[in-house]
């Protein structure tokens, strides 16, 4: 059999914690050599085996199991400090190191964010806006800043291009739409939706890059007849608009990357599925105190909260 590998993390934990990995592996390694790699002794095992749990242990196993559902629950998204949160939210009694401890243990390990990059491509006929955000992402209420940016989503029939708006009051996607084409008409009806939605008053910002369709006519004359003021990075400065970069990063790591969708028609359901079910109503944000988007504005409008 080949031998377990000597594991630092394993010398440093207690020794219940190794008694445990023994148990776990016994059935893959000698329990003698183990014992020697993570210096314990066998005699101490069995002991350790033979006694009943303690009221510790007892705790830390079903918190364990709470813990492992609610991952699971997240997509397996979920790292120790949004874990922690969501125990708390279910009223369990535990420390932000007692969850991250256990989900080491567990092996459970939340899925890494990639950078996303925008596809959008200035056509040098049309006027671009002034950077009126000028990176400043907070906001006082709903519907005084929107951003809003375009991604592809790889398909074996070829690319699936989304357009979405975000709020930044809430982190909300408010408008959103899909295409197989990346055209003014995509994000035409991203916009359309989050105005129909959210029916905002004037004044609102909405900033988006220098894309040929943010400064196509006809878009910018629905935000025009509606009110809404224009705002656009700077040439090549993908940063002025990181808070789509962040979602569509998140978006493409905890779902997207994870995927081999065969046509369109396969990825869309789980593309609305993540932006409506998952991300706007559930999916807990560090920016905002560790709430969802949707309940994030719900407490605003309840007067429990004033950004």
């Known amino acids: 059999a080949r031998h377990p590998k000597k594991s630092s993390r394993h010398l440093l934990a207690p020794k219940q914690m190794r008694f445990q990995f023994i148990e776990e592996h016994r059935g893959e390694f000698p329990v003698k050599l183990m014992c020697k790699v993570l210096g314990v002794s066998t005699s101490g095992y069995y002991a350790w085996r033979d006694r009943p749990p303690s009221k510790r242990e007892m705790a830390n196993q079903a918190l364990t199991a709470k813990i492992q559902e609610e991952f699971k629950k997240s997509g397996e998204t979920y790292g120790s400090p949004r874990i922690y949160q969501v125990m708390r939210k279910l009223g369990l009694m535990c420390s932000p190191k007692r969850v991250a401890r256990l989900m080491r243990a567990a ?37 005084r800043k929107w951003v809003t940016d375009i991604t592809y989503i790889a398909t074996q029939e070829g690319w699936l291009y989304l357009a979405a708006i975000m709020d930044l009051f809430s982190r909300r996607i408010v408008g959103w739409a899909m ?45 025009a007849a509606h009110s809404i003021v224009a705002s656009m990075n700077g040439a090549g400065t993908w940063y002025d608009n990181a808070p789509m970069e962040s979602f569509f990063g998140t978006l493409k790591s905890e779902l997207v990357h994870h995927r081999a969708y065969r046509t369109r028609a396969e990825a869309s359901p789980d593309l609305f599925y993540y932006i409506e079910a998952w991300y706007n109503r559930r999916r807990l944000h560090s920016a905002l105190g560790y709430e969802s988007p949707e309940t994030y504005e719900q407490l605003y409008h309840n007067n429990t909260i004033r950004a």
């Open 107 to 143: 092996d459970l390990k939340a899925k890494q964010t990639r950078r996303y990059r925008s596809t959008t491509k200035r056509n040098k006929a049309d006027r671009a806006a002034p950077n009126r955000l000028k990176r400043d992402f907070s906001a006082t209420a709903p519907n």
């Open 179 to 223: 295409s197989k084409r990346m055209t003014s008409d995509l994000t035409l009806r991203a916009l359309d939706m989050a105005i129909c939605r959210c029916r905002p008053e004037s004044g609102l910002i909405h900033h988006s890059d220098q894309g040929s369709q943010y400064t196509d006519s006809e878009y910018q004359a629905v935000l």
